[in-house]
């Protein structure tokens, strides 16, 4: 499976950007998907993650709200809709696939990760 990440950028606080991560390979709809992030100096984080189907979603609390994962099985893309976006929001965003149907947090989970996507948010 490869995941290439895209749509990143920078953005003023309060703005919005939505990610994008194309898959290939594999069997798209058969993989839970993933969200991470990483900013300097810090561990790789869990900010999203979606089922299979696109009906189990879960978040970060710190992003529950502003942030929407969705999918498109049709297209083996998924998405991550950032809304008020905040500094701290600040990393290198990552997608991952699963083999395992209902998502998890954990990044041990993962078995494939994409290059990632740079959001900076200047305030």
């Known amino acids: 499976v490869q995941l290439q990440a895209s749509g990143g950028g920078l953005v003023q606080a309060g703005g919005s950007l939505r990610l994008s991560c194309a898959a290939s390979g594999g069997t798209f709809s058969r993989y839970s998907m993933g969200w991470f992030r990483q900013a300097p100096g810090k561990e790789r984080e869990f900010v999203a993650a979606?089922?299979?189907?696109?009906?189990?979603?879960y978040y970060l609390d710190s992003v529950r709200g502003r942030f929407t994962i969705s999918r498109d099985n049709a297209k083996n893309m998924v998405y991550l809709q950032m809304n008020s976006l905040k500094p701290e929001d600040t990393a290198v965003y990552y997608c991952?696939?699963?083999?395992?149907?209902?998502?998890?947090?954990?990044?041990?989970?993962?078995?494939?990760w994409g290059q990632g996507t740079q959001v900076t948010v200047s305030s």
């Open positions: 979606i089922g299979w189907s696109g009906d189990v979603t």
């Open positions: 991952a696939s699963s083999g395992n149907l209902v998502p998890r947090r954990g990044p041990s989970n993962y078995d494939y």
